[in-house]
């Protein structure tokens, strides 16, 4: 089973920067995509940015140009730098993890990390 285990989220001022991680406990390369989403308060949960195995991106408008998702394959880490931030993009952050099994597509949430960008 994958587990996927967040750090990096935190209190920041509004223009600042944070770069959020998600380890897996598998080879990444064996998961179709990863991705992360976030949940404000009252919200619901939306895709911020996903990498696929093959190295497509894909970004929320709201984030793109500021946000870049990237990995590093021997640490099985993928990383979420986030800049230029603004109160807007407070919410908890959720590092996810598409794989196939039991013939279809599953996916798998890590437990989230708090961003909270003050103005």
């Known amino acids: 089973q994958v587990q996927l285990v967040e750090s990096g989220g935190g209190l920041v001022q509004a223009g600042g920067s944070l770069r959020l991680s998600c380890a897996a406990s598998v080879s990444i390369f064996s998961l179709n995509a990863m991705g992360w989403y976030r949940q404000g308060a009252g919200k619901q949960r939306e895709l911020v940015a996903s990498l696929t195995r093959g190295g497509s991106t894909n970004y929320a408008e709201s984030v793109k140009g500021r946000f870049t998702i990237s990995r590093d394959n021997a640490k099985n880490t993928v990383y979420l730098q986030m800049n230029s931030l603004k109160p807007e993009d407070t919410a908890v952050y959720y590092c996810?993890?598409?794989?196939?099994?039991?013939?279809?597509?599953?996916?798998?949430w890590g437990q989230g990390t708090q961003v909270t960008v003050s103005s």
């Open positions: 996810s993890a598409e794989y196939w099994s039991g013939g279809s597509y599953n996916t798998h």
